[in-house]
């Protein structure tokens, strides 16, 4: 059984107000370390596995522009980097 989609609202989702973050993360592939390289003040930064699983968050007031990601397997990982005034990006990293 399919519901009837045609009966349904839908809600938009306004994203005028949201940024892009311009940073610039290296080395990648990385090894163990990654750095990241940004003008701008992070609130937060997130590592993802590909399905989406969120396997590390930095938080500190004072950020690392290293990211310490020896503990992860060798695989392909999404970056995801928030500043001030909902500025974000999403970046693939790749681990060796």
Aim: charged letters at 20%; proline letters at 6%; a neutral charge.
């Amino acid at each position: 059984y399919l519901p009837d989609l045609a009966q349904r609202s839908c809600t938009a989702v306004a994203t005028d107000h949201i940024q892009r973050l311009p940073i610039r993360a290296f080395p990648n592939p990385v090894k163990n370390l990654l750095t990241l390289d940004t003008k701008w003040a992070l609130t937060r930064i997130q590592i993802y596995d590909l399905l989406g699983q969120l396997l590390k968050t930095v938080t500190d007031e004072a950020f690392p522009l290293s990211i310490d990601l020896s503990e992860l397997p060798a695989g392909t990982y999404v970056l995801e980097v928030f500043g001030e005034k909902n500025a974000s990006t999403r970046q693939l990293i790749f681990k060796l």
